[in-house]
Each structure stands twice: as structure tokens, then as C-alpha cells.
């Protein structure tokens, strides 16, 4: 709401300026006299008048004004005001007619002798009109703490539309980091599968009995050369027989010490193995 509150009342070609201060009104002489002449200066030359009064940087932009005037007045006023003039954008155009109306008969001006006393006009507009505006001010308040209200609730929306679009960009994001770490676990299991040329058939024959129970009863020796890219077929004496505990220990240990890049061959070939036999209790920690 702005802070400096006008009335302007024009009767018979005269208009008094009225300030609205310390919940009252007061005369306020623009020209050091008690009204103006509305013909000498015009709606225009008026609102001039108010603001250099104020001498009003901003114009007439921070300054609320209220019209009463007759019908006759409201051609010509009602173009200035919707555009704007001087930057007024708070205003409240009211007919006389109207407003008489709803004032008591004991308000209302008694004869046009009376109305022409510029005391007598002045001293009712300040008993009888003006009180009448307290309701119009009112809604005039109500309606800026709406637009207040609106304006505060548009900017939350804005605030809330920005947030959610950093979300939408964050969550984008983490979408695009999330498949590059699968990518990546991906790469990184790729090279881990098991490559012939990087395991000797020696060291399969060697560990694989070890790891598995029974293993030549599940793979043939023609089958884990084939696997294992070798034209070499290993040779496995018959009848097998199981490893005992105590060797299972000791190859145990040295496949424990075999570099962990070993390792990771011997378990990629185990995980290639087109039938899994069965892992020893004591080697299962190897698939861990």
C-alpha cells in the first residue's frame, strides 16, 4: 500500500486535496490556497501539481489517490488515469451521484447556496464523504496484501520449479555416473575373464584337482585342453585317486601365495567351466 494517501473531491468546478495523516484528514493547499480551479488548470496540470509537491522522485508511483468527481469529469480523468500518468498506479475513481446516494439525508448538502460556501462544502466533505472512504480503503488494503500474498506464493513456485529442475539435473547426473560405474565393473570383469595365452596348462592341471572334489570325473582331460586353448592333452593316471587332506593343505597354501593376478586367471578359467564340479570345503574361501 503506498504510503501518502490523497483525496481529491471535486464539486462545481472546484477541487479540494484532502491527506490522509495520523488516521485523519487534513486540507492540504497545493498551491497555498484553500482549493483549485479545475477549469484554469485541468486534471493533468493537477496530478503535475501533486507531484511536485511531493517532489516525488519515483512520480506518482508511491502515492494513492482517490477521485470523487462528477459525471461530466469522468471522460476526461478516466484516460489519465489508466495510463498511468505520472506513474500513478494506485487510484479509485468515484461519481458523485453514486456516493450521494448512499449517504443519509442529513449529510447530503442541503441547498446549492450552502454548497457554493467553500467553508461549508469542505467542513462536510470532512464530516460526511470522507468517513466514507474507510471502506474503500480497507479493501484497497486487502487487495495489495493479496497481491502480496501472490506475488510471495509466485516466487515460492519459482523457487520450487528451480529446485526441482536441479534435482531433475542431479538425478540426469547420477543416471549418467551410475551406468559409467557399470561400464566400468564391466570392463574391468571383461579383462579378468580367463585368457589362455596368461595361464599355462601345467599350473590348471596342477590347481584345479586341488580346488574341486573329483574333478577328472567331471571334465576329461581332452575337454581342459580344449578349454584352455592347448594342443596338449594332459596325462592323468588310472585309476585317479583323491589328493589327501594333508596335500590338499599344502596346495592350499601355495595357491594362497600365487600372485593375486594368478589367482584372479585361475578363478576366471574355473568360472568358464562349462559344468562346475563340486568345490572342496577347504578351497571354497578361493570363490569368496
Known amino acids: 500500500m503506498a504510503e501518502t494517501c490523497l483525496a481529491l473531491v471535486a464539486y462545481q468546478g472546484q477541487v479540494l486535496v484532502f491527506e490522509?495523516?495520523?488516521?485523519?484528514?487534513?486540507?492540504?493547499?497545493?498551491?497555498?490556497?484553500?482549493?483549485?480551479?479545475?477549469?484554469?488548470?485541468?486534471?493533468h496540470k493537477i496530478l503535475q501539481e501533486i507531484r511536485d509537491y511531493y517532489n516525488q522522485s519515483g512520480e506518482l508511483a508511491d502515492i494513492s489517490i482517490y477521485f470523487w468527481v462528477e459525471a461530466a469529469q469522468i471522460r476526461e480523468l478516466t484516460p489519465l488515469l489508466t495510463a498511468k500518468t505520472y506513474g500513478l498506479q494506485h487510484w479509485h475513481l468515484m461519481q458523485w451521484p453514486l456516493w450521494l446516494a448512499f449517504l443519509s439525508p442529513q449529510a447530503a448538502p442541503a441547498t446549492d447556496q450552502q454548497t457554493q460556501d467553500l467553508a461549508h462544502l469542505?467542513?462536510?466533505?470532512?464530516?460526511?464523504?470522507?468517513?466514507?472512504?474507510?471502506?474503500?480503503?480497507?479493501?484497497?488494503?486487502?487487495?495489495?496484501?493479496?497481491e502480496k500474498q501472490a506475488a510471495h506464493w509466485q516466487?515460492?513456485?519459482?523457487?520450487?520449479?528451480?529446485?526441482?529442475?536441479a534435482l531433475a539435473f542431479d538425478k540426469a547426473a547420477l543416471i549418467q555416473e551410475v551406468a559409467e560405474l557399470r561400464q566400468a565393473l564391466q570392463d574391468q570383469q571383461a579383462k579378468a575373464v580367463y585368457q589362455p595365452t596368461n595361464l599355462s596348462l601345467?599350473?590348471?592341471?596342477?590347481?584345479?584337482?586341488?580346488?574341486?572334489?573329483?574333478?577328472?570325473?567331471?571334465?576329461?582331460?581332452?575337454?581342459?585342453?580344449?578349454?584352455?586353448?592347448?594342443?596338449?592333452?594332459?596325462?592323468?593316471?588310472s585309476p585317479i585317486r583323491e589328493p589327501s587332506a594333508g596335500v590338499i593343505?599344502?596346495?592350499?597354501?601355495?595357491?594362497?601365495?600365487?600372485?593375486?593376478?594368478?589367482q584372479t586367471q585361475i578363478r576366471a578359467f574355473c568360472q568358464s567351466l562349462p559344468k562346475q564340479p563340486q568345490v572342496r570345503a577347504e578351497m571354497a574361501f578361493f570363490f569368496n
Not at 580346488?211 to 586353448?229: G, M, V
Open 202 to 237: 601345467e599350473g590348471l592341471v596342477t590347481y584345479l584337482p586341488i580346488i574341486y572334489k573329483e574333478f577328472w570325473s567331471t571334465i576329461r582331460p581332452d575337454e581342459l585342453a580344449l578349454l584352455a586353448s592347448s594342443l596338449q592333452v594332459p596325462e592323468v593316471p
Open 122 to 146: 469542505q467542513a462536510w466533505v470532512q464530516a460526511s464523504l470522507l468517513p466514507q472512504l474507510m471502506p474503500v480503503q480497507g479493501l484497497a488494503s486487502a487487495a495489495h496484501t493479496l
Open 249 to 262: 593343505e599344502v596346495m592350499k597354501k601355495r595357491l594362497q601365495a600365487l600372485p593375486p593376478s594368478q
Open 155 to 165: 516466487a515460492q513456485l519459482e523457487h520450487c520449479q528451480q529446485e526441482k529442475a
Open 20 to 43: 490522509h495523516q495520523a488516521s485523519q484528514w487534513q486540507r492540504l493547499d497545493l498551491k497555498e490556497e484553500p482549493c483549485l480551479c479545475l477549469q484554469a488548470l485541468g486534471w
